[in-house]
Structure formats: structure tokens, C-alpha cells
């Protein structure tokens, strides 16, 4: 995809402010698990060609990993509320990742709450059955190609009915690192 848009307008990953809040479009990790349900598949399958792939129950991942949607709407939305954000990524090498490089391409910190990070429900339930922790899956997984961004608070009051919009978090300065504080 190609564009264009005002200099006054583009958002690079540097310009998260101390103090901004961290926001995350729709849910993470599910394309992680989608590849996994398919490796696992895959693998029986070559082991038994006769075994069909069973991918019952895991429509929603399986489709998160196979056809991933730009969150253009994110990006309408934010304009009819009037908000350019300081800064922003997609989520394609897992959230930890983006964060790291939100942070570092501002010279800023942040904190991130483990309860706040959107995890779709057929997405925890798989991870359980396959014994892997749905954190982590949202932190490391990747290709979930969501937008990861970071607003002024004063903004807040503009955004914070979106659809699909998650506030996690917020940044502060490079000497507080960057953490998760845990439930």
C-alpha cells in the first residue's frame, strides 16, 4: 500500500511523550496460536495423510493468521476525533517488540499492565489446551497487525469510546525502563 498525507499529520514511532497513554487496537496474540494450531496440524497430517486437518474451534485464529486486515478504521476513527497520535507501530513481531521500539525511537520508558492487554477468549481457551500462556503469546507472538500508538491524555476523552481500542498502558522516562507490572 502507497500514500500520501500532510507533514503536519504523519506519525513516526518517536514522538511517544512521557505521560502519553499506550493504546492497542482489537486483540494479540491470536495469529501466534493460529500458526500454531496449523503447525500441529500440518504435523499429523504428514505423519497420517489419511487424517484430515481438525481446525474445528479455532476458526477466529486460524483466520487471524491466514488473513490479516489493515485497522484502517483505527485510523478513521482517530481523525473524526481529531487526534494525531505522538506515536505509533504495527504489531507484527509481538507486542514486547513494538513497545521496545516505540520506547527507544522516543528515548522513553513504559508501563504496561498485564491485565489491560486485549486477549480474545478463543485465543486464551487454545492457549490453555496447548499449555502456552496467553501473555506471552500477546507479547511474543507477532503478525497480529495491530496498531500500536500512543495518545496525550488530554486526548483521552476523544478516544476512549472507539471500538476496539484498549488503553494498556502509558510511557515514562527512558530511566524507568520498560515493564509489565503483573496481576
Same mark, same amino acid.
Given at each position: 500500500?502507497?500514500? #500520501?498525507?500532510?507533514?503536519?499529520? /504523519? +506519525?513516526?514511532?518517536?514522538? *511517544?511523550?512521557?505521560?502519553? %497513554?499506550?493504546?492497542?487496537?482489537?486483540?494479540?496474540? *491470536?495469529?501466534?496460536?493460529?500458526? &500454531?494450531?496449523?503447525?500441529?496440524?500440518?504435523?499429523?497430517? =504428514?505423519?497420517?495423510?489419511?487424517? &484430515?486437518?481438525?481446525? #474445528?474451534? *479455532?476458526?477466529? +485464529? $486460524?483466520?487471524? &493468521? !491466514?488473513?490479516?486486515?489493515?485497522?484502517?478504521?483505527? /485510523?478513521?476513527? %482517530?481523525?473524526e476525533a481529531q487526534v494525531i497520535p505522538?506515536?505509533? /507501530?504495527?504489531? #507484527?513481531?509481538?507486542?514486547? #517488540?513494538e513497545l521496545f521500539h516505540l520506547c527507544?525511537?522516543?528515548?522513553?520508558?513504559?508501563?504496561?499492565?498485564?491485565?489491560?492487554?486485549?486477549?480474545? $477468549?478463543?485465543? =486464551?481457551?487454545?492457549?490453555?489446551?496447548?499449555?502456552?500462556?496467553?501473555? +506471552?503469546?500477546? %507479547?511474543?507472538?507477532?503478525?497480529?497487525?495491530?496498531?500500536?500508538?500512543?495518545?496525550?491524555?488530554?486526548?483521552?476523552?476523544?478516544?476512549?469510546?472507539?471500538?476496539? !481500542?484498549?488503553?494498556?498502558?502509558? /510511557?515514562?522516562?527512558? *530511566?524507568?525502563? %520498560?515493564?509489565? =507490572?503483573? &496481576?
Open positions: 500500500a502507497i500514500g #500520501s498525507v500532510d507533514k503536519n499529520k /504523519i +506519525v513516526y514511532r518517536s514522538g *511517544a511523550g512521557a505521560n502519553d %497513554l499506550i493504546c492497542v487496537s482489537g486483540d494479540l496474540g *491470536a495469529a501466534f496460536i493460529g500458526l &500454531q494450531i496449523l503447525n500441529r496440524e500440518k504435523k499429523i497430517f =504428514i505423519d497420517n495423510p489419511n487424517i &484430515q486437518p481438525d481446525l #474445528s474451534g *479455532a476458526d477466529y +485464529v $486460524v483466520e487471524r &493468521q !491466514l488473513k490479516p486486515e489493515a485497522r484502517k478504521e483505527i /485510523i478513521d476513527a %482517530l481523525k505522538t506515536s505509533m /507501530i504495527d504489531v #507484527s513481531d509481538g507486542l514486547a #517488540s527507544t525511537s522516543s528515548t522513553k520508558g513504559c508501563r504496561i499492565y498485564e491485565e489491560k492487554i486485549p486477549v480474545d $477468549v478463543e485465543t =486464551i481457551r487454545l492457549c490453555e489446551e496447548m499449555n502456552i500462556n496467553s501473555t +506471552v503469546a500477546a %507479547l511474543s507472538g507477532g503478525e497480529d497487525y495491530e496498531l500500536l500508538f500512543t495518545i496525550r491524555q488530554r486526548d483521552f476523552e476523544k478516544v476512549k469510546d472507539i471500538k476496539g !481500542l484498549t488503553f494498556i498502558g502509558h /510511557i515514562t522516562d527512558e *530511566a524507568a525502563g %520498560l515493564a509489565l =507490572i503483573d &496481576q
